[in-house]
Structures are given as C-alpha cells and as structure tokens.
C-alpha cells in the first residue's frame, strides 16, 4: 500500500472548497475511499481556530452534501482529520507554522491543492520549497483558469515546475471528472460496433453544448475579464472535443490518452481574422427570463470592468485537419443564461445516399448522444418503421439507451470526488497535461487575435433563449442544425 499523505488546500475557506472539495473528501471518507489520506489541513489569510473551522465546515457540509449523504457517525471520524493553518501566501514565516502542522512522518507523502487566485501559485510553490515542505514525492493539485492566454499560462506552469515535478502535477478540468466522459472512452473503444464508424467516412458533424442557466453569478468581475471563450472553450470544450476525436491510445495509461488528446489539439485549424466571422458567434445575454423568473441583461447586473468587451455565449465551428475528421465540422457552444443548463456531445451520422421511405429519411439521421448533466446518459438515435397498416413504409425515430440509468443513479458522484480520489492515489488520465493547457491556449489566442483585428460583434441575445440567432445561422449555412 502507498504511504499516507497529508492534504493542504490552499483557498481552504473559499467557494470551491466550501461546496466541492470538501463535500467531495466527506463522501471519499464516508465510502472509505480515503484510507490513503491523513489529515485535511485548510489554509487561509483569517486566523480561525481548528474546533471553529470544524463547526464552519459541519454547517456547510450540512448544506453542500447530497441529499441523504450527511452522517453524524461519519462526521465523528472526519471532524479529527480537520485542521485549519493561517497563511498568508506571501508570508514566509505562515509556512513555517505549516510546517509543524504537518506530521514529520509522513514527509514523502503531501499533496498540496491550490484554489486561490492562479496569480499566487508560483509564490506559493517557492514558498513551499523554501520552508522544505516539498520533496520528490510531493505533489500539487492546479485549479483553473491557469493563466489568461498562452504566455500567462506559461508563466504560471514555469513557476510550478521549478518546484513540482509534471508527474506530480495535477491541473484540474472537473469536466473530465464526470462520469459520463469516462463512459465515453468505455462505449467508444470497448464496442466494436463504434470504432470503425468513429470517422470523417461515416460522420457528418459533432456537436458540443455546454448550456448553462445561471448568470455570471457572484463571479461578475473575474467573468468580465475573462469571457466565455477562455472560461469554458479553453478547458472543458476543448477537452471534451480532444477526447472525441483522439486516436486510440495503445493503452489506459495516462501518458498514452494524454499523447493522443495533444494530437487532437495540435490538428484543430487556427482561426483567423479571415475566417472569424463565418466560424465564430459572440453572444452577451440581455435581459429576459429563465425558467419562468425574469432576469437581467449583463451589462444591467453591474458595472463590471471590461463589461462591453465580454461575451457570455460562443459558438465557433472548429475544424481538425486530420485523416480521421477532415471534412467534419465541430460545433462548439456554450454560454450563460441560456433556456436550460445541459451538457451533450451529439455525433451525427451522415444520411444515407437516398430515402426508400414515404416520409423523408434523409430528414432523420443516426446520433449519438452523450449526455453528461443534468443527468448522465448515452443513447443511440436510430430509425425504424412506423408500426400500424399504413400501405407505405415510413421510419421513425427511436432512442436505444445504452446507459442503465436506475444504476447510475445509484453509484453517482461529484466530478471532484473522482479526481481527488485519483490525485490522492497519483493517477494522472484525467488531469491536463502541461502541453495540452499550452496547446490549447495557443488556439485560444488565434480566435481572440483573429476577434480583435477583425472587430467580430458582440450580438445580444435574450436570457432564456438559446443563444443569438447568428449561431443557429452557423450550422444552417452548412444545411445542418443543432440538436435540441
Ligand atoms: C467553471 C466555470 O469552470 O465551470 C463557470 O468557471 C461554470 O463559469 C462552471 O459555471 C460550470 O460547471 P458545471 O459543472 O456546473 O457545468
């Protein structure tokens, strides 16, 4: 068994802490899952004492788990995992009273996990290291946004490897937590019947939506310098879309699935100032209402810095230049304040050369459907006939679900619990690698480099609609359509 390790996460007292990270380390404990864990130590720049921090916590867990997950039992045994450390990240002498916080047996064995502000994690690191909190075994867990763009990036991922090794570096993507994206690997390499179809021979068009219900939320300031674009296209879209359409990788292995997404990021063709406007839809919600409640634009919600110059909704068509997928756009959409929050990868199949059938085959097509929230599914679009005596033979449309829903309800869990329970035992298949954030900032940069020389719009769109027109007009020119 691999030795204990001791947890300190930095940002301890902060939103993402408060209703993930900890919720998530609860239910690890509670399935024990978590045995390879020592202690929890939440860091902080207020000075709180541990039995308070505990109390904190028990009130927030209360709040945060799932319905039916919190227990007094299982709390009696979290609760003395609990410790909270003043530190203030530029304080060398905080680290030091970390430092004896620490067990000294269990020096190989810690696993730092920074959710503070990226600009901080480079301090952080060399202050770790000055005070001898890290050694060859250490290692260190890296929430997003990690930079702005590619030299921002850069810089943080240097700063981190002069002190962390990259095996012992996790960058976090939560999307590649959830179940759903793991599901796909299994369906995608593990059915014969999918593989030989999973190309540009077969299919017609991918389509990613990332559609979210809610606002820019508390977060207006840093949304509004950041966008949708470098808040969700960066990382969770352009993982999912390099999971669907890597190569087979020669093994699990996380070197070997890492190696094949990076060939996937570095086939997508740059965007350019040429292309931006016949690729690409720039979107900000204006007001209007959201599951029955009237709501208001972004630029109405506050005075956020930058406020103009930010969209809330992208849709871009992204094309790979490769044999597997010349030829097969990718659509990709996401934005706030949209009808419904759901998140799908739809493969569309490509129509059959002409229709036998009465109603119009050509109109309906094969999909699969990859489901990831609100709930998790796969299912497979076919056609069949139209039962009754009808003396024409006519199609419809049938859903075989692939997923045993009633069974995936049950052994549901958060994104994080899997990717901290994977980061405590050092498995690295679904945490980015340092090449793979750069290559995809390095496309990033191309779309807002093309955006600003050529002046690409901003287009309002209604809250609780699907996004403006101009997106439904990117797949329509090509005769195709989202799938709603
Ligand atoms: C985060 C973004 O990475 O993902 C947020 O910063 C977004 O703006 C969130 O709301 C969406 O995550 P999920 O899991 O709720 O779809």
Not at 199 to 228: L, M, P, S
Not at 411 to 426: P, Q
Request: aromatic share 8%.
């Amino acid at each position: 068994m691999k030795p204990k390790l001791d947890l300190v996460i930095f940002g301890g007292t902060g939103d993402l802490s408060t209703r993930k990270l900890l919720p998530a380390l609860f239910q690890l404990h509670r399935h024990q899952l978590a045995d390879r864990l020592h202690r929890i130590i939440a860091t902080g720049r207020a000075t709180i004492a541990d039995e308070d921090f505990r109390t904190t916590v028990k009130s927030n867990l209360k709040k945060f788990l799932p319905d039916g997950a919190w227990s007094d039992e299982v709390w009696s045994t979290f609760h003395d995992r609990l410790v909270y450390s003043t530190i203030d990240a530029g304080n060398a002498s905080d680290y030091q009273a970390l430092g004896k916080r620490l067990d000294p047996g269990l020096a190989p064995g810690r696993l730092y996990y920074l959710a503070t502000l990226p600009s901080l994690y480079g301090q952080i690191c060399q202050q770790l290291q000055a005070a001898h909190l890290v050694d060859e075994h250490s290692a260190v867990v890296l929430e997003k946004p990690l930079g702005h763009d590619l030299a921002s990036c850069q810089q943080i991922n240097e700063q981190v490897a002069q002190v962390f090794r990259e095996e012992g570096t996790f960058r976090i993507d939560h999307y590649l937590g959830k179940e759903t994206v793991q599901n796909l690997l299994a369906v995608r390499f593990g059915n014969p019947l999918f593989s030989p179809m999973w190309r540009n021979t077969f299919v017609d068009n991918v389509q990613i939506t990332v559609a979210e219900d809610i606002g820019v939320e508390g977060r207006g300031d840093y949304y509004a310098k950041t966008g949708a674009l470098r808040d969700m296209v960066q990382n969770h879209l352009l993982q999912l879309l390099s999971i669907v359409a890597m190569e087979p990788p020669v093994s699990l292995r996380a070197a070997d699935i890492r190696d094949e997404k990076m060939k996937a990021l570095r086939a997508l063709m740059p965007i350019t100032a040429d292309n931006a406007r016949e690729c690409t839809v720039r979107g900000r919600y204006a007001a209007g209402a959201v599951n029955g409640e009237a709501v208001k634009g972004f630029l109405d919600e506050a005075e956020f810095e930058n406020a103009d110059a930010t969209e809330t909704f992208v849709a871009i068509k992204a094309a790979i230049n490769n044999w597997r997928w010349a030829g097969v756009p990718f659509y990709l959409r996401t934005g706030k304040r949209l009808s419904r929050r759901y998140s799908e990868i739809v493969i569309e199949y490509k129509r059959q050369p002409f229709s036998l059938f009465a109603n119009d085959a050509n109109e309906l097509t094969n999909k699969l459907v990859i489901r990831l929230q609100p709930e998790e599914s796969i299912s497979l679009h076919t056609l069949n006939k139209k039962p009754g005596l009808t003396s024409k033979l006519s199609l419809q449309p049938v859903e075989l679900h692939l997923t045993d829903e009633s069974r995936s309800k049950a052994d549901s869990y958060d994104a994080y619990e899997r990717l901290l329970l994977d980061a405590i035992n050092g498995d690295q298949t679904l945490f980015m690698r340092r090449d793979e954030v750069e290559t995809a900032w390095r496309w990033i940069d191309t779309v807002i480099e093309a955006w600003e020389q050529n002046g690409t719009p901003i287009k309002n769109y209604n809250s609780g609609t699907m996004g403006p027109s101009a997106a439904t007009a990117l797949a329509a020119v090509d005769g195709r359509s989202w799938y709603e």
